[in-house]
C-alpha cells in the first residue's frame, strides 16, 4: 500500500480521488451515510499498513469481507454492541486503536461529539461514523449504483458499480464524484472506467454530468 501524505492514513488507490489528501487526515471525523463496503474499503488500506482499528455498533460487519480488501482481522476490535455506554467505549477504542469504525445508536448529541472529537485530536487517530455526525470534516455517500450479472429474470450478481458522492468543510468542500467498482467482480475496488459501464453514462440522467470527472 502506498501511504498518504503526511499527517494522514493511506486508503485503497480506487478511493485516493475522492479525499483532499488521498488518505484519511488524521484528528479527522468522517461520516459515511450508511454501513457498506464503502466503510470497510476506506479502513482497509490503514489497517493493512499496521494501523489497530476498532468496528462498534456494527453487528453485522463483515471481517472476512474486509480482510479481503486488506483489512488485517488480527489489528482488529469488535464491539457489536456498546450499549447505552457507547460513548465511552468508542473513547477508550480512540485511546488505542488508530480508527474507530462506529455507527452510533442515536444522534450523538453535541456534548458527547466534543469529548470524543477531543480524545481523537489528541490521539490524532480517525473517526470514520456510519451514519450522521454533524461537522464531520469529511462526508461521504453512495447515491447510485447499479449491479451487472443478472439478465431477464435470472442469473447471479457479480459486481456493484456505484457512484460516490465526497464533500465536507475547509480542504473537503469542493465536491468530488467518481464511479466505482464497490465490489467488482474479483470482490475488490477499482475506478469504474466509462466504457466498462454496465449502462451508457452519456444516457444515464445521473450519470451523464460526471463523464468527464472520470473519463
Known sequence: ?????????????????LLPRGGLARGSVVAVAEFGLLCLALAAAASADGAWCGIAGIPEAGVLAAAALGLDAGRTLLVPDPGPSWPQVVASLLDGCELVLLRPPARAPAQVRQRLEATL????????????????????????????????????LRACCA??????RGEAAMTRTRWL???GEDGGVAVADPADLPFDVLQDPAASALHMVIG
Not at 2 to 11: E, L, N
Not at 128 to 155: E, I, K, M, Y
Not at 163 to 168: F, P, R, S
Open 163 to 168: 457512484q460516490v458522492v465526497a464533500d465536507g
Open 181 to 183: 467498482w464497490l465490489p
Open 121 to 156: 485530536r489528541r490521539g490524532r487517530g480517525v473517526l470514520l461514523v456510519a451514519g450522521d455526525w454533524p461537522g464531520a470534516q469529511l462526508r461521504l455517500r453512495v447515491a447510485s449504483q447499479r449491479w451487472t450479472g443478472l439478465g431477464d429474470g435470472h442469473g447471479r
Open 1 to 17: 500500500m502506498t501511504a498518504g501524505q503526511p499527517g494522514s492514513f493511506a486508503v485503497l488507490p480506487a478511493l485516493r480521488g
